[in-house]
């Protein structure tokens, strides 16, 4: 049980099928502990969300696309969701976390993230907060996050098979 080493995560990145995908520049996302994910898409809330225990009266949010404008784009403080450009496939004896690039908090922003379960595949999301009263400026594929895997003490029995998997996504 541990965090896995570049050279570990490197030789999933390898192997059938590749624990990550759509890397923009591996020499320059991989990192001693984990790989950094890049900005794909950003999009503004325009509705509320609903949560509940059973999922059955879950209401995701509505977002609004927001366009790079000669590759860049000019955030308000606020709340927004990101896409990555890169692919993960967990493997069933890992999890996943990410946390945000130490200089996207030094200029006022943070992401919040969610675990990446066993079994999960796609592309994922996060939540950016940017803090700084005026605002911040992000290059489309910016470097936002850095995903570090764990090692499990034991294999999970079930992997995910929720809502967001990439197969679900269709």
Same mark, same amino acid.
């Given at each position: 049980?541990?965090?896995?080493?570049?050279?570990?995560?490197?030789?999933?990145?390898?192997?059938?099928?590749?624990?990550?995908?759509?890397?923009?520049?591996?020499?320059?996302?991989?990192?001693?502990?984990?790989?950094?994910?890049? @900005?794909?898409?950003?999009?503004? %809330?325009?509705?509320?969300?609903?949560? =509940?225990?059973?999922? #059955?009266? $879950?209401?995701? *949010?509505?977002?609004?696309?927001?366009?790079?404008?000669?590759?860049?784009?000019?955030?308000?403080?606020?709340?927004?969701?990101?896409?990555?450009?890169?692919?993960?496939?967990?493997?069933?004896?890992?999890?996943?976390?990410?946390?945000?690039?130490?200089? @996207?908090?030094?200029?006022?922003? %943070?992401?919040?993230?969610?675990?990446? =379960?066993?079994?999960? #595949?796609? $592309?994922?999301? *996060?939540?950016?907060?940017?803090?700084?009263?005026?605002?911040?400026?992000?290059?489309?594929?910016?470097?936002?996050?850095?995903?570090?895997?764990?090692?499990?003490?034991?294999?999970?029995?079930?992997?995910?098979?929720?809502?967001?998997?990439?197969?679900? @996504?269709?």
């Amino acid at each position: 049980m541990g965090v896995l080493s570049d050279v570990e995560i490197s030789d999933l990145v390898k192997g059938t099928p590749p624990l990550i995908e759509n890397l923009v520049d591996a020499k320059v996302q991989f990192q001693p502990a984990g790989v950094d994910l890049t @900005l794909a898409e950003i999009f503004e %809330f325009t509705t509320p969300g609903a949560i =509940d225990f059973t999922n #059955e009266e $879950r209401v995701l *949010s509505e977002c609004r696309k927001i366009d790079f404008k000669s590759g860049w784009v000019q955030l308000k403080t606020g709340a927004y969701k990101v896409i990555y450009n890169e692919t993960v496939r967990i493997p069933k004896d890992c999890i996943a976390l990410a946390f945000p690039r130490s200089s @996207l908090l030094r200029c006022g922003a %943070f992401l919040h993230c969610a675990v990446w =379960d066993p079994g999960y #595949e796609g $592309r994922s999301e *996060s939540l950016l907060i940017v803090s700084n009263s005026r605002g911040i400026k992000l290059r489309k594929n910016a470097r936002l996050a850095q995903l570090i895997l764990i090692k499990l003490s034991k294999e999970s029995k079930a992997k995910y098979s929720g809502k967001y998997l990439a197969e679900n @996504l269709g």
